[in-house]
């Protein structure tokens, strides 16, 4: 079965700095793929999806990139900011017919003044 | 529209109890999930609901878990009996349905089972 896997469990980082994360998948490539934001003790929030066939999306200081070959997504932020310091979160489904959204463990960055 | 609400934020109850969590979702979404959180395994999708009939089930951990969608604005999820190893974040969320949208989160209940 499909495994999603986000291999860092923490990054910290300075202030202003580009943090970048990686979500990786074992099996298929997944239709679509999104990202989510986790505060503390609050639900995750949508950021961002991108499809299989677009190589790269953008939200103001955010991007994600889809690389089917080697089986990976990458989450940038750039310019980063304290506030920017939570939990992110993969998820991908299937196909388009699936409804299931699958996510990984989550990779928690911490942005230092 | 208020989000998805989940009730109660904070649940305690004793092992062998009945625990109800409650979710509503957002109007005019098809499709509901319950998830379940816990430090040592994630984010893990407990059942999911299409226009109200549940589809895929297969993550439900055990029979003591079952998961209701009566009407297109209100879910359960039933815990009968608990045990302390239930105690987790759970949460409830909803989507426009179609694999190109997001899923919408509530607060999620906090499940002490002691």
């Known amino acids: 079965s499909q495994k999603i896997e986000q291999n860092s469990e923490a990054l910290n980082i300075q202030e202003g700095k580009t943090a970048t994360l990686t979500c990786n998948y074992t099996?298929?490539?997944?239709?679509?793929l999104q990202w989510y934001r986790q505060d503390p003790g609050r639900g995750p929030v949508f950021l961002l999806l991108i499809r299989e066939n677009e190589k790269e999306k953008r939200k103001e200081r955010l991007k994600v990139t889809f690389d089917t070959t080697l089986k990976q997504s990458l989450f940038h932020i750039t310019a980063s900011q304290p506030a920017d310091s939570a939990t992110y979160l993969c998820?991908?489904?299937?196909?388009?017919?699936?409804?299931?959204?699958?996510f990984g463990a989550g990779t928690t960055v911490t942005v230092r003044a | 529209d208020a989000g998805v609400i989940q009730s109660p934020r904070h649940e305690v109850t004793e092992m062998g109890q009945e625990v109800t969590l409650r979710c509503k979702p957002i109007s005019g979404h098809n499709s509901l999930f319950w998830y379940r959180q816990t430090m040592m395994r994630g984010l893990e999708l407990l059942i999911y609901?299409?226009?109200?009939?549940?589809?895929?089930d297969s993550g439900m951990p055990e029979d003591r878990f079952s998961a209701k969608m009566p009407n297109a604005s209100f879910s359960t999820l039933k815990i009968q009996p608990s045990e302390p190893r239930d105690s987790a974040v759970y949460f409830c969320?909803?989507?426009?349905?179609?694999?190109?949208?997001?899923?919408?989160f509530g607060q999620g209940t906090r499940l002490t089972v002691v």
């Open positions: 969320a909803s989507g426009e349905g179609g694999a190109n949208t997001e899923a919408f």
């Open positions: 099996n298929y490539s997944p239709a679509y």
């Open positions: 609901f299409n226009n109200n009939v549940p589809i895929d």
């Open positions: 998820a991908h489904r299937a196909g388009s017919n699936d409804y299931k959204l699958s």
